[in-house]
């Protein structure tokens, strides 16, 4: 069955270091992949989509690589803030119909 | 929260009877979304929609039925609530985009609803 793992649960990193979260997936043929925040109480915010063909991709602060031989994606943030600190999820889709597979979610603290 | 609302926010319930939550979006967007975030579980799909009565289950249906009789609304009904439904309910729209060979969308999430079956 098609299962997606998130490095760990939690993640602690003091502030200005980089972030890296990681999501794993087996059984699965991804066309796209997305990374989404949620705070506590809240639903999931898009934050970025990296397509099966493409590497690697940035939105300020962020970075998304993609490596489909690995199956494996790498969430980085630069220059981490307390401000950053929420739960990460990571989510696969083959496309159809826009279904989308969600990870667990690593939890990330940066402290000050 | 990309003009998605729910209905209710909270709500505490007895085992057996019906429950009925509601998600509408002001998007005009296609595709439409319940899922149920537990602990330990993550984001798990219920049921989702890709148009106006054209409904389909997800990973974990059973006890759930949906409705989309609107663009706009999709209504999550439990028909006979169970404790293992209690639970953090999140609907979410999105609308397809073409890039390369396939088509791809970001999820908008409603701002969810607390249930709690005793």
């Known amino acids: 069955s098609q299962k997606i793992e998130q490095n760990s649960e939690a993640l602690n990193i003091q502030e200005g270091k980089t972030a890296t979260l990681t999501c794993n997936y087996t059984?699965?043929?991804?066309?796209?992949l997305q990374w989404y925040r949620q705070d506590p109480g809240r639903g999931p915010v898009f934050l970025l989509l990296?397509?099966?063909?493409?590497k690697e991709k940035r939105k300020e602060r962020l970075k998304v690589t993609f490596d489909t031989t690995l199956k494996q994606s790498l969430f980085h943030i630069t220059a981490s803030q307390p401000a950053d600190s929420a739960t990460y999820l990571c989510?696969?889709?083959?496309?159809?119909?826009?279904?989308?597979?969600f990870g667990t979610g690593t939890k990330l603290q940066v402290i000050p | 929260d990309a003009g998605i609302t729910q209905s209710p926010r909270h709500k505490v319930t007895e085992t057996g009877t019906p429950v009925t939550l509601r998600c509408h979006q002001t998007?005009?967007?296609?595709?439409m979304y319940w899922y149920r975030q537990d602990p330990g579980h993550g984001l798990r799909l219920i049921h989702y929609?890709?148009?106006?009565?054209?409904?389909d289950k997800g990973e974990v249906s059973d006890g759930y039925s949906v409705s989309r009789s609107k663009t706009e609304d999709f209504l999550l009904t439990l028909e006979s609530a169970t404790s293992s439904q209690t639970s953090v309910y999140f609907c979410?729209?999105?609308?397809?985009?073409?890039?390369?060979?396939?088509?791809?969308?970001?999820?908008?999430f409603g701002p969810g609803t607390r249930l709690t079956v005793l």
């Open positions: 979410a729209i999105s609308e397809s985009k073409r890039g390369g060979f396939s088509s791809y969308n970001e999820q908008f």
């Open positions: 059984n699965y043929s991804p066309a796209y």
């Open positions: 990296i397509r099966e063909n493409e």
């Open positions: 989510a696969l889709s083959s496309g159809g119909y826009q279904k989308v597979t």
């Open positions: 998007e005009n967007h296609r595709y």
């Open positions: 929609s890709y148009g106006v009565k054209d409904t």
